[in-house]
C-alpha cells in the first residue's frame, strides 16, 4: 500500500523586537510619529521609519541580517496594522531553504487577522521541493479559519485544507477535477468533521470486511455533501492554481 504523504506548510514565527531607546511621554497614535529615522536595535537589526520615543511607530521597515524583514505600520514598537514579511532560512535537519511571506493585518507584533501566507520550500541544490499557500484568517501566527493549500513533489502531490467555524475539511488528491474525483470517490484521501460529525475515506480498500463496509458508508456519506463542499473544492483549485515547483 502507497504511503500518505500529508503536507504541511512550516510556520516561521516572525521575533519580537526587543529593547528599544527609553520610553518617555507622548501620544501612541500612529499619526502622531515623528519623521523617518534610523535606529540601530541589534548588531543586525536596523529600522528605518517613523519614530516615536525612541521606537518605531508609524510605517517603516525592520531588517534582522539580510534575509528577513518586515515593512509596515508600528504602534509603540510592535508590528500593528498591515504589513508585509518575507524571512529566508535554511532549515538545518533537512538543508532546504524555505522562503516565507505574509501579507496582511498584524496586531501586537504578531499575525492577527486577514492575511495571505506562502511558502516554498528548495533543496539543496535549488530544486523547489514544495510550495504552498494559506489565506484566511490569523491568529498569533497560525491560520485560523480559511484555506491552506500545498503542492509538493510527493505521492500525491497535493494537499488541501479548510478550516471554519467547528468545520473542517482535509483532502489528498490532485487538483485536476476535484468536484468530479469528489463525486466519484476518486479522491486519494478525505477527512471531514462539522460539530460532532467526523467521516473520513481512503482510496484503498479496507483491510477487513468490516473496514471495507465503513470506508463505503462514510463516502456515500461524503458524497450526499457534494453541494455543500463543491465552492470548498473550486477555491481549492483557484488556490492550487497559483502554486508552481518552478
Known amino acids: 500500500m502507497k504511503k500518505k504523504f500529508v503536507l504541511s506548510l512550516m510556520l516561521a514565527c516572525a521575533v519580537p523586537f526587543g529593547v528599544f531607546a527609553p520610553a518617555g511621554g507622548g501620544t501612541s497614535s500612529v499619526e502622531a510619529a515623528s519623521a523617518k529615522q534610523w535606529l540601530q536595535i541589534s548588531s543586525r537589526t536596523t529600522y528605518y521609519g517613523e519614530v516615536a520615543n525612541g521606537k ?15 515593512s509596515g505600520t508600528f504602534v509603540n514598537g510592535k508590528r500593528s496594522g498591515s504589513g508585509k514579511y518575507i524571512n529566508t532560512y535554511t ?5 532546504r531553504e524555505h522562503t516565507v511571506v505574509y501579507n496582511g493585518t498584524w ?6 487577522g486577514s492575511g ?9 541544490g535549488g530544486m523547489i521541493f514544495s510550495s504552498g499557500i494559506q489565506v484566511g484568517s490569523f491568529k498569533a501566527n497560525a491560520l485560523n479559519r480559511g484555506y491552506e493549500v500545498v503542492h509538493a513533489m510527493a505521492d ?9 467555524a ?5 483532502v489528498l488528491g490532485s487538483n485536476m477535477s476535484l468536484v468530479q474525483d469528489w463525486k466519484t470517490g476518486t479522491l ?14 481512503s482510496l484503498f480498500q479496507g483491510q477487513t470486511a468490516a473496514e471495507e463496509k465503513a470506508r463505503l458508508a462514510s463516502l456515500r456519506y461524503l458524497q450526499s455533501k457534494t453541494n455543500e463542499v463543491t465552492p470548498i473544492l473550486w477555491q481549492f483549485k483557484a488556490l492550487s492554481n497559483r502554486l508552481t515547483l518552478k
Do not use: C
Open 56 to 70: 518605531p511607530h508609524g510605517r517603516g521597515t525592520i531588517k534582522w541580517g539580510e534575509d528577513k524583514q518586515y
Open 156 to 164: 500525491p502531490d497535493y494537499s488541501f485544507s479548510y478550516r471554519g
Open 188 to 201: 486519494f484521501d478525505v477527512q471531514y468533521r462539522k460539530g460532532s460529525v467526523r467521516k473520513s475515506y
Open 107 to 112: 496586531s501586537g507584533d504578531a499575525m492577527n
Open 166 to 170: 467547528d468545520y473542517r475539511l482535509d
Open 116 to 124: 495571505t501566507r506562502t511558502e516554498k520550500v528548495a533543496e539543496p
Open 91 to 95: 532549515d538545518a535537519s533537512t538543508g
